[in-house]
């Protein structure tokens, strides 16, 4: 359920079934003044091949989202606390009701085809749960910015950009002069030269020493030798 998923439309004859173009050619044709030897009988990744659509017969691909999971029977597998029947529980069938974009499905309506291109779909793709998180990342900047009033208040400048998706990923690392600056001229953050408190963390010395192997382990009452400095 709140699956993202990709319905695609495959026509076989319309497949050209040629491979891949080789790399050497696809960086000659992408502004390369010259091809490397190294690609000379290498190929585009497929998921990098703009013609992938015509070598596979690709001729539709929209999105949707899951937003219910029943069983052949009509049992709503996708409520929490639904208990399946034991005579219903050896079927695999499954029917998915979906939400699709209604901007999308808005300008199909006025095309050619009409809604009936939406019976042309024959493969349903799902990414994997890893990369799927597009809807979920959304909904956390939407939380963030609820009822903020600005975005100022929830999120530090350093980190909008980021978040966006631009900016350089080095700036949030805690070594960099932006974070440095940030915690020097922020009431509430540990300053750079702080001490971390780690509580806790450690149940003591021996464990302390094993989570930090080959680390020189130091007590607040003692100094460095020449050769540890």
Partial sequence: EFDNLFLVAIDASKMTGNQAPLLKDYHLSHGS????????????????????????GVTLVRGCMVVQVRNEAGTVLSEPGVSTPDDQRKSTKRIFKVVLDSA?????????????????FNLVVRRHGRENNFK??????????????SIDRVVPPWLQTLILGQGDPLSASYKSDTMKRYAMNTVGINKPSDY??????FLDQTHLQDSFQGAVIVKEDEELDDKTK
């Fill in 33 to 56: 003044h010259r091809a490397w030897d190294s690609d000379s009988e290498r190929r585009v990744p497929d998921e990098e091949d703009s013609t992938f659509p015509e070598r596979f």
């Fill in 196 to 201: 971390l408190d780690f509580g806790d963390t």
């Fill in 104 to 120: 999308q499905y808005g300008n199909d309506t006025k095309s050619a085809l009409g809604s009936d291109m939406y019976q042309q």
């Fill in 136 to 149: 979920s990342v959304l909904e956390t900047i939407r939380g963030l910015l609820e009822g903020a009033g």
